[in-house]
């Protein structure tokens, strides 16, 4: 168990829809990560915070946006759901802000869209 | 540009018997190397990091890699497989400096054999 938890393990919704995913981090942990892994795209990188700030951006969709709240919790948000949005969203955290630093995954939400 | 190419995308090795998985980058720069390993149904655990310190890094589990900056090279070694490093290994090339980009490999699955 790495002590970082995501809400919920699945999801199913449609096409069109919006949905949001939520992180804890470790505690003490200041830094969150998103990823992405699908079967077409493999595992991508999507976006960090740090503290509560946007630190770092990957292969993020304009329909996704994510943020990082005062108790240090992140969502992401999805929105415009599409098929190929169906994939596995992990959520990463690190005490430290480079990206770099060892990271700690939780166990995935698995999106489906259908 | 930065790239990663792992060679397999599927190993399969006999209990007891020396794992490589292998693992070739591409980068402008000096990059921070890592090697993650998933188990079914679970996020990504850190199994080494190489960031430009010494070129043979030892890792969990009795795992390690060498770096080759020369042959561009990051192969993960393990002397002797066990049944419970049966899982998926991703290679994953994070660049230096302000504006960090991170790739990932397309993974290598370990099948271990009684």
């Known amino acids: 168990d790495s002590g970082v938890t995501q809400t919920p393990k699945h999801l199913i919704t449609a096409t069109g829809q919006r949905v949001t995913l939520r992180c804890s981090p470790r505690?003490?942990?200041?830094?969150v990560y998103w990823y992405q892994q699908s079967l077409d795209q493999g595992l991508q990188f999507l976006i960090q915070?740090?503290?509560?700030?946007?630190?770092a951006k990957g292969n993020i969709l304009e329909r996704f946006s994510a943020q990082q709240f005062p108790d240090l919790h992140s969502e992401l948000n999805l929105s415009s759901l599409e098929l190929g949005d169906s994939a596995l969203y992990f959520c990463?955290?690190?005490?430290?802000?480079?990206?770099?630093?060892?990271?700690?995954f939780g166990p995935g939400t698995r999106l489906t869209v259908l | 540009a930065q790239s990663v190419t792992q060679l397999d995308s599927h190993v399969s090795v006999s209990e007891g018997t020396p794992v490589l998985l292998r693992c070739n980058y591409s980068?402008?720069?000096?990059?921070?190397l890592f090697w993650y390993v998933q188990h079914p149904n679970k996020g990504l655990q850190l199994l080494l990091k190489?960031?430009?310190?010494?070129?043979l890094v030892k890792g969990i589990n009795g795992f390690e890699a060498e770096f080759k900056k020369s042959e561009t090279s990051f192969h993960l070694t393990k002397p002797s497989a066990h049944m419970s490093d049966a899982a998926e290994y991703f290679c994953?090339?994070?660049?230096?400096?302000?504006?960090?980009?991170?790739?990932f490999g397309t993974g290598t699955k370990l099948q271990v054999i009684p």
């Open positions: 990463a955290s690190s005490v430290a802000g480079g990206l770099n630093n060892e990271q700690f």
């Open positions: 505690s003490g942990d200041l830094s």
């Open positions: 915070y740090y503290n509560g700030e946007e630190r």
């Open positions: 980068s402008s720069y000096s990059p921070s």
């Open positions: 190489y960031t430009s310190a010494a070129t």
């Open positions: 994953v090339v994070i660049s230096p400096g302000g504006y960090q980009k991170v790739t």
